[in-house]
Nanobody, 125 residues
């Protein structure tokens, strides 16, 4: 019923920039928080940045000052602008959303942890 689709990943040199996008589609009633997480092989998925529907943000210490999360509520889309990229930013980046969708008439489902399929970001040194 609901899908998160990420785009914008790729290969970039250290010091470069990328912009990730994640669009939520389906029978969405409302979206609360949205965020970006990343994961490398053998490690746990970690928070990169998160944003409330009111625009409050929080970031991992490792990306503060370099990454900016934003959202367009009208488009159900969240963005991650990544600047001054480092090789250690290389990871599979996942979009996450806390949302409510309509399953049927008079039936809404609160999906606290909806995930996209991931987009690869590779930063070369």
């Amino acid at each position: 019923q609901v899908q998160l689709v990420e785009s914008g990943g790729g290969l970039v040199q250290a010091g470069g920039s990328l912009r990730l996008s994640c669009a939520a589609s389906g029978s969405i009633f409302s979206i609360n928080d949205m965020g970006w997480y990343r994961q490398t092989p053998g490690k746990q998925r970690e928070l990169v940045a998160r944003i409330t529907n009111g625009g409050r943000t929080n970031y991992a210490d490792s990306v503060k000052g370099r990454f900016t999360i934003s959202r367009d509520n009208a488009k159900n889309t969240v963005y991650l602008q990544m600047n001054s990229l480092k090789p250690e930013d290389t990871a599979l980046y996942y979009c996450n959303a806390d949302l409510v969708y309509t399953l049927a008439i008079n039936t809404r489902i609160h999906e606290y942890d909806c995930w996209g399929q991931g987009t690869q970001v590779t930063v070369s040194s």
